[in-house]
T-cell receptor, first 109, second 113 residues
Framework: EDKVVQSPLSLVVHEGDTVTLNCSYE??????LLWYKQEKKAPTFLFML????IEKKSGRLSSILDKKELSSILNITATQTGDSAIYLC?????????FGKGTRLSVIA | GAGVSQTPSNKVTEKGKYVELRCDPI?????LYWYRQSLGQGPEFLIY????????DSGLPNDRFFAVRPEGSVSTLKIQRTERGDSAVYLC???????????FGQGTRLTVV
């Protein structure tokens, strides 16, 4: 059975801190790994990583895929209160996306 | 449309009733997914459409759940004889490529009382 595990499940940091969120997976037919940010109901797309694109960066956010270790990290530097959200990792297999439970990040001023 | 649209945004129904949840995907997106998210959990796959056909419905929990996409655009998730355990946020997503960048709607929060 395909599985995606995220850690930690929750995290509280102060503004300006740097955080690293982890995602590991076991998927039979790996195609891609995606990161989403969920603040209320709709997850919003952050990054997609594939075998041909193992590192992505956008502003203070960056992500790396380690296909050998079957894992990915999401880094957020200089955190702001607006970064508070649930961060979801999802792995695309042949058909669909399998999600982890998410990491709840709280950034306090 | 500009994004994935789901209606209603909230639905409260009595146990045993029938409900329909609607999803209007991004125009031109052939792939459409339904997910269900319970509190403290990640989204759980229900069904995937490629065009008009259900390419994978292995995530539907039982035969009370059914989904259609008759014209390859709007999809409706139908739940018969609702139970309190069906209470969750139902998310719809669409993608132009399938298992690429899937874009989610705001979801429908279903509460069965």
């Amino acid at each position: 059975e395909d599985k995606v595990v995220q850690s930690p499940l929750s995290l509280v940091v102060h503004e300006g801190d740097t955080v690293t969120l982890n995602c590991s997976y076991e998927v039979t037919n790996f195609r891609s790994l995606l990161w989403y940010k969920q603040e209320k109901k709709a997850p919003t797309f952050l990054f997609m990583l594939t075998s041909s694109g193992i590192e992505k960066k956008s502003g203070r956010l960056s992500s790396i895929l380690d296909k050998k270790e079957l894992s990915s990290i999401l880094n957020i530097t200089a955190t702001q209160t607006g970064d508070s959200a649930i961060y979801l990792c999802a792995v695309g297999d042949r058909i669909t996306l399998v999600f982890g439970k998410g990491t709840r990040l709280s950034v306090i001023a | 449309g500009a994004g994935v649209s789901q209606t209603p945004s909230n639905k409260v129904t009595e146990k045993g009733k029938y409900v329909e949840l609607r999803c209007d995907p991004i125009s031109g997106h052939t792939a459409l997914y339904w997910y269900r998210q319970s509190l403290g959990q990640g989204p759980e796959f229900l069904i995937y459409f490629q065009g008009t056909g259900a390419a994978d419905d292995s995530g539907l929990p039982n035969d009370r759940f059914f989904a259609v996409r008759p014209e390859g655009s709007v999809s409706t998730l139908k739940i018969q004889r609702t139970e309190r355990g069906d209470s969750a946020v139902y998310l719809c997503a669409s993608s132009s490529t399938g298992v690429g960048e899937a874009f989610f709607g705001q979801g429908t929060r279903l509460t069965v009382v």
